[in-house]
C-alpha cells in the first residue's frame, strides 16, 4: 500500500515554501507522493481575490515539474462550491481506491485551527493528520483540539507532527511585492515568476516593472 499525502491550498501564487514544506513532510512521513490540491474556493479566504484557476493550476503544474513525487489533483477545480476538505478526502479516497493511504498535511497554522473547519470531526476520523510544526508555532499544546476531537485522535495528531524550517514566505506577501514593482525571484522557482510576468498577474499588469 502507497502512502500519498494531500496537500491543499489556494497556491495564489505557489511559492518556494510550499515546495519545501511538502517535501519536509514526504520525507519524514514516509510519504510515497504528494498530490498538491488547488482550491477552487477556499471558505476560510472569502475575501481574498484569487487568480483564476487555470493560471494557479498552471503555476503548480509549472512548479512540481521535474519532481515525480509531487503532482497535481484537480478534484477541488471540477466541484463547483466552496471546497471543503473532507469532500476532497472522500473524494480521492473513491478516485484512488483502496491500495493507496491517505495524509492530510496541514500547516502549523492551521492545524489550531481544524476544530472550525467544515464537519471537523468527521475529517479527523476520515484521514490521519501530518502537522507541520515549524519554529514559532508550538504545536505540543493542543487543547482546543482535544475539546473537539478526544484526547486519543488529538494524541495521534501530536504523533504525526513533523519538523519543517521556518521560512518567511508567504503569497500575501509576494502579491504586494508584485503591486510595489519588487523582485520575487528565489521566492517563487523562477518557471512561475516568468509566468507571473508574461501573463501579467497580481497587479504586474500595471506598469511598474520588477526590480531584477
Same mark, same amino acid.
Do not use: H, K, M, S
Given at each position: 500500500m502507497s502512502r500519498i499525502g494531500i496537500f491543499g491550498g489556494s497556491f495564489n501564487p505557489v511559492h518556494a515554501a510550499h515546495l519545501i514544506l511538502a517535501e519536509c513532510a514526504?520525507?519524514?512521513?514516509?510519504?510515497?507522493?504528494?498530490?498538491?490540491v488547488p482550491a477552487r474556493r477556499p471558505p476560510h479566504k472569502c475575501r481574498v481575490r484569487l487568480a483564476p484557476a487555470r493560471h494557479r493550476l498552471a503555476m503548480l503544474r509549472l512548479a512540481l515539474a521535474g519532481n +515525480?513525487?509531487?503532482?497535481v489533483s484537480t478534484a477541488e477545480l471540477d466541484r463547483r462550491g466552496p471546497s471543503y476538505t473532507l469532500d476532497t478526502v472522500r473524494q480521492l479516497k473513491v478516485r484512488l481506491g483502496a491500495r493507496h493511504e491517505l495524509l492530510l498535511i496541514v500547516g502549523a497554522d492551521s492545524i489550531r485551527d481544524m476544530p472550525h473547519w467544515w464537519r471537523a470531526d468527521e475529517l479527523v476520523r476520515e484521514v490521519k493528520v501530518i502537522g507541520l510544526a515549524r519554529p514559532g508555532y508550538d504545536l505540543d499544546h493542543l487543547g482546543e483540539l482535544k475539546q473537539a476531537f478526544g484526547a486519543q485522535k488529538v494524541a495521534e495528531i501530536r504523533a504525526g507532527v513533523v519538523r519543517a524550517p521556518l521560512l518567511e514566505i508567504s503569497?500575501?506577501?509576494?502579491r504586494e511585492r508584485i503591486r510595489r514593482g519588487?523582485?520575487?525571484?528565489?521566492?517563487? +522557482?523562477? +518557471?512561475?515568476r516568468r509566468y507571473i510576468e508574461r501573463h501579467r498577474l497580481y497587479g504586474y499588469h500595471k506598469g511598474r516593472k520588477q526590480e531584477a
Open positions: 514526504r520525507q519524514e512521513a514516509a510519504l510515497d507522493r504528494v498530490l498538491f +515525480p513525487r509531487f503532482a503569497a500575501t506577501d509576494i519588487r523582485t520575487i525571484r528565489y521566492l517563487v +522557482p523562477e +518557471p512561475v
